[in-house]
Each structure stands twice: as C-alpha cells, then as structure tokens.
C-alpha cells in the first residue's frame, strides 16, 4: 500500500516551493487528516466514495493552511497531481513473495479504505502471478471506514458467512481490533500490537511469517 515516504516523496515533486520541513508537515497533516475518520460513517447524501471524499476535502483545507489556495486552485493540473499521489502504490517488502505463494492454494482479497479504482490500483502493483480475485472498498453501500463493522461484513458474505473460511491480515493495530470485534480470526504486521485490546490473533513484522503452516492450520482456510 501506500507509504508515508512515498507520499512525502510525491508532494515535495509536485510543490517545490515547500521546504523540507513543510513538506513533512503537509505529508503529516494529511495523513491525519485521512485518519481521523478511522471507524465514522458517511451518509449517502454526502457521498458514495468517502475515501475520494476524505482525501480531497482535507486536501483542500490543507493548501488553505500553508497559502496555497490560490496557486493549486482545486481541479487544476498539480490539485489532481496531488490526489494521485494516493495511488502510488508499494507492496511491503517481501509482500510479492509471499502472495505468489499464497495463491497457489488461498484466494486473496484486498480490504481497505480506498475507493475502488484505488484498489484496482493496488492490485495493478503486484505481477500477474498474484491474483486478488476479491477487493472490498468503502464506496457505498458500505460508505464507511475501518474499523466499523459494515467493512469486514463484504468479506464474511464472500464465503457465505462462514468465519472460519476467513483470514484477515492487517497493516494496523486499529484494523485489526475492528475484524477480532467482528468475530474474524485477524493478525497484524505490527508485532507491538500484542499489547493492545481486542488482542490479535497473531502479531509479527515480517510478513513472510504468513508462511507458517501451523499459523494456516489454526484459521481453517481451506
């Protein structure tokens, strides 16, 4: 998925006139800006992609903050430039690997924030030899955000209910609490998380632990 550096990366080519330490600032209040609907729902009338809807309405207020409003008016060529950036998409390190093994015998699915395109994106980012069949977004009907329940509910109606067909792995502690409060058995990238409530089903920072057999056994995934 995206990373901070890459966004940092894409806003320092695409508004030069901000210094380094601006361009940080910038990278870090839209980052916040992203996360602070973690879990909120969004009504129909207001949207029906809240994550383009997030992005670009605190985009928005963030060229205000730093006096930008006039020099990247919305819809112009570096405003669009900016809300692409969120699509330039990178696999963890050792993600690929892992996935291609994965799918010789699991069906895979994306689950996240994103709109759908976004995560047409994310799945353009890995070679052909990993195959996400499933991709579950927050555009509507969903119109929420993780951790709210409605987002891990797509992913139980595509085995048809069946919990111990499912094996949820997350990027954050947050996602991660929202699929153990909805019954999933679900891990994270994250090996600080074990010191968190819901506790994870499993915690660690390297992804190629996603290879243990006895940790597959446990999920019933077949």
């Known amino acids: 998925m995206l990373t901070e550096s890459s966004l940092h990366r894409n ?4 508004l030069p006139s901000l210094s380094s330490a601006d361009v940080e600032k910038f990278t870090n209040d839209w980052l ?3 996360g602070s609907y973690f879990g909120q729902s ?4 207001l949207t029906h992609q809240p994550f383009l809807w997030v992005i670009r309405s605190s985009l928005t207020q963030i060229l205000a903050s730093f006096g930008l409003s006039n020099t990247v008016p919305e819809d112009s060529a570096t405003f669009n430039s900016l809300l692409s950036a969120w699509h330039d998409l990178h696999p963890r390190v050792g993600a690929t690997e892992v996935l291609v093994k994965l799918n010789t015998k699991y069906q895979l699915g994306l689950l996240s924030n994103g709109d759908k395109n ?6 353009r980012a890995f070679p052909s030899s990993v195959n996400i069949s499933l991709i579950f977004s927050s555009d509507y009907p969903v119109n929420c955000f993780k951790p709210c329940p409605e987002m891990y509910a797509q992913a139980l109606a595509a085995v048809h209910g069946d919990k111990t067909q499912v094996l949820h792995i997350a990027g954050s502690a947050v996602d991660t609490h929202g699929a153990r409060r909805f019954g999933i058995y679900s891990g994270v990238l994250d090996s600080s998380a074990l010191h968190t409530e819901p506790e994870p089903c499993f915690a660690f920072d390297d992804i190629e632990q996603l290879l243990s057999s006895s940790l597959l056994a446990i999920t019933g995934v077949p």
């Open 118 to 123: 976004t995560l047409q994106a994310a799945r």
């Open 11 to 14: 806003i320092a080519a695409l």
């Open 32 to 34: 916040d800006a992203y």
């Open 42 to 45: 969004f009504s129909p009338s």
